[in-house]
């Protein structure tokens, strides 16, 4: 459960959060939530960027401030790594309350949600349409891909499903 998630999370790094561009393959579901906000996590995540937009204003000013004065403050630079550590400190609580949230949904719809938009699909039929945002439900990639992702997670709902049945 620790780690679910985690391969995702490694995968964002802040330029694709500012650019809102997605790394390559990654499920657009999961990628929404990480730039939409709307929670805590996402919350986090808009204060990490800001403190990272902070840090390049501030190294801006500080460049200019060199050219005109010849040398900074000691203090400058600590304040701008302070304000680096601290951006990327902010990113990794919230990537992670988000893993863990997305991880809840998941389990909640035994890992059947759209990759597209991250609506749940249980009750809808494979090789239909999501009834959200259209997007073909291919149940197969669906399960491959989640799994992928978030093991513990769906081995734990399997283990409840057998549970119940058995
Ligand atoms: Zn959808």
Redesign the pocket.
């Known amino acids: 459960m620790a780690k679910d998630g985690k391969t995702l999370n490694l995968r964002i790094q802040p330029h694709h959060i500012m650019l809102r561009r997605r790394p390559k393959g990654m499920p657009k579901?999961y990628f929404d939530r990480i730039i939409g906000g709307g929670s805590r996590g996402g919350l986090l995540i808009w204060l990490s960027i800001s403190l990272l937009f902070l840090a390049y204003a501030y190294a801006i000013f500080g460049l200019l401030y060199m050219y005109r004065a010849a040398a900074v403050p000691q203090y400058w630079v600590l304040v701008f790594i302070g304000l680096l550590v601290s951006s990327s400190l902010v990113l990794d609580v919230g990537k992670r309350r988000i893993a863990s949230a997305f991880a809840t949904e998941l389990a909640a719809s035994h890992g059947f949600v759209?990759?597209?938009?991250?609506?749940s699909?249980v009750g809808s039929e494979d090789g239909g349409?999501?009834?959200?945002?259209?997007?073909p439900i291919n149940l197969g990639l669906i399960r491959t891909t989640w799994y992928e992702y978030f093991p513990a997670t769906l081995d734990r709902c399997t283990a409840e499903a057998r549970g119940d049945a058995g």
């Open positions: 579901a759209c990759l597209e938009c991250g609506y699909l349409t999501c009834s959200e945002c259209n997007a």
